[in-house]
């Protein structure tokens, strides 16, 4: 099956400081990929879509400003938290999905990244 | 507003039962219904997904669609205590991959 790889897998960080994390799609193009925020014992909360070459839609409630995404080729989109606090901490995946004859529907996970800011 | 509603539960079932795993849906226009698993700390792996009405088997797991009633659900047969996670529902409209997903259920295998 396709793989998205995600990193890092888990990063700390000072309150105040930025953090990035890359997802890449290792075997396919992505025109779009997603990004999900999880809180413990919480389902997957769909943060924004990375579109390839234009402007991530954003979710409501989310801060475009604080969460800056990137998806400046077909194969990797970056989620960057500015301007971390304790309340950032949580677990943020990446999914994307082939495009093109055949293909299922089916979204590919990164293996998510665990963002802990002090 | 789109909603996909599961029990959290934990269903806890015994080694080798079948464990009965439920979902609804609100948006009618959801074509494409997607079950995965979550293991604590990872990320979602496919179990399965199913588009058309009626029952989808994969090994031990069956998908079964119900649009008229807006339901979904994923029977497991002869649960293994590996099968113990967390499964997602998850519905998305056909030729789109914004899927809404539901909270979870929680699923224990006990041995």
């Known amino acids: 099956g396709a793989v998205v790889s995600q990193h890092p897998s888990r990063v700390i960080c000072k309150s105040g400081t930025s953090v990035k994390i890359e997802c890449r799609s290792l075997d396919f193009q992505a025109t779009t990929m997603f990004w999900y925020r999880q809180f413990p014992k919480q389902s997957l909360m769909l943060m924004a879509t990375?579109?390839?070459?234009?402007?991530?839609?954003?979710e409501q409630g989310v801060e475009k400003d604080k969460f800056l995404i990137n998806h400046a080729s077909l194969t990797l989109s970056t989620l960057t938290v500015t301007s971390a606090h304790p309340e950032d901490s949580s677990f943020y995946i990446c999914s994307a999905g082939k495009t093109g004859t055949g293909n299922t529907g089916e979204l590919f996970f990164g293996e998510g990244s665990r963002l802990t800011v002090l | 507003q789109k909603e996909v509603e599961q029990n959290s539960g934990p269903l806890s079932v015994p080694e080798g039962a079948i464990a009965s795993l439920n979902c609804t849906y609100s948006?009618?226009?959801?074509?494409?219904f997607f079950w995965y698993r979550q293991y604590s700390g990872k990320s979602p792996e496919l179990i399965m997904f199913i588009y058309s009405n009626g029952d989808k088997e994969d090994g031990r797991f069956t998908a079964q669609l119900n649009k008229a009633s807006q339901y979904v659900s994923l029977l497991i047969r002869d649960s293994q205590p590996s099968d113990s996670a967390t499964y997602l529902c998850a519905a998305a409209t056909s030729g789109t991959y914004k899927y809404i997903f539901g909270t979870g259920t929680r699923l224990k295998v006990l041995a």
């Open positions: 990375s579109n390839e070459g234009s402007k991530a839609t954003y």
């Open positions: 948006d009618r226009g959801s074509q494409s």
